[in-house]
T-cell receptor
Framework: AQSVTQLGSHVSVSEGALVLLRCNYS??????LFWYVQYPNQGLQLLLK??????LVKGINGFEAEFKKSETSFHLTKPSAHMSDAAEYFC???????????FGTGTSLTVIP | EAGVAQSPRYKIIEKRQSVAFWCNPI?????LYWYQQILGQGPKLLIQ????????DSQLPKDRFSAERLKGVDSTLKIQPAKLEDSAVYLC??????????FGQGTRLTVV
């Protein structure tokens, strides 16, 4: 079975500061990993995903994440936060067939002007 | 490319009533998921279909929830009877399998 844990349900950063949102997974087989963003009253939008190959994955809006197998982590980062980045962020995991597509509990990002 | 369509967007019902949600996935996507997202929590997988077969329904409360995907395209999720704790956003997603799911905007259910 697969699961994800997001450390920190709320993260606040100043505008222009580094954004770091943490995600750890547990999986008995190599997983696929995803980050989604959810704005208020909206559905989930895919930011980036890791399937195979390069462990540093670049996504939309300047976000990137690095798959670290030894640490079972897939942390999301962005060098400089913008006000528009304020949203809820979810890490998710699935197996390579798309089964067991499970989400973490989410991290709410606040950007302080 | 059209996205995942869900209807209705909002629904308010009294407890013990029945309700149904509809999802039209992206054309060609064989995998369809229904999630329940309670306020302040992450989406919880209720059921996953592969074409019209159920792959995973381990977290579906089968005493009151049911879902079907006739002909392997559209899907409906039903709650009968609804409880107060069913108040949530119900999200539908579809994928080609092994590819990130594309989500609809969800149906916000309020049970009073």
């Amino acid at each position: 079975a697969q699961s994800v844990t997001q450390l920190g349900s709320h993260v606040s950063v100043s505008e222009g500061a580094l954004v770091l949102l943490r995600c750890n997974y547990s999986s008995s087989v190599p997983p696929y990993l995803f980050w989604y963003v959810q704005y208020p009253n909206q559905g989930l939008q895919l930011l980036l995903k890791y399937t195979t190959g390069a462990t540093l994955v670049k996504g939309i809006n300047g976000f990137e994440a690095e798959f670290k197998k030894s640490e079972t982590s897939f942390h999301l980062t962005k060098p400089s936060a913008h006000m528009s980045d304020a949203a809820e962020y979810f890490c998710a995991v699935s197996d390579i067939t798309g089964n067991q597509f499970y989400f973490g509990t989410g991290t709410s990002l606040t950007v302080i002007p | 490319e059209a996205g995942v369509a869900q209807s209705p967007r909002y629904k308010i019902i009294e407890k013990r009533q029945s309700v149904a949600f509809w999802c039209n996935p992206i054309s060609g996507h064989a995998t369809l998921y229904w999630y329940q997202q309670i306020l302040g929590q992450g989406p919880k997988l209720l059921i996953q279909f592969q074409n019209n077969g159920v792959v995973d329904d381990s977290q579906l409360p089968k005493d009151r929830f049911s879902a079907e995907r006739l002909k392997g395209v559209d899907s409906t999720l039903k709650i009968q009877p609804a409880k107060l704790e069913d108040s949530a956003v119900y999200l539908c997603a579809s994928s080609l399998g092994g590819v990130a799911g594309v989500f609809g905007q969800g149906t916000r259910l309020t049970v009073v």
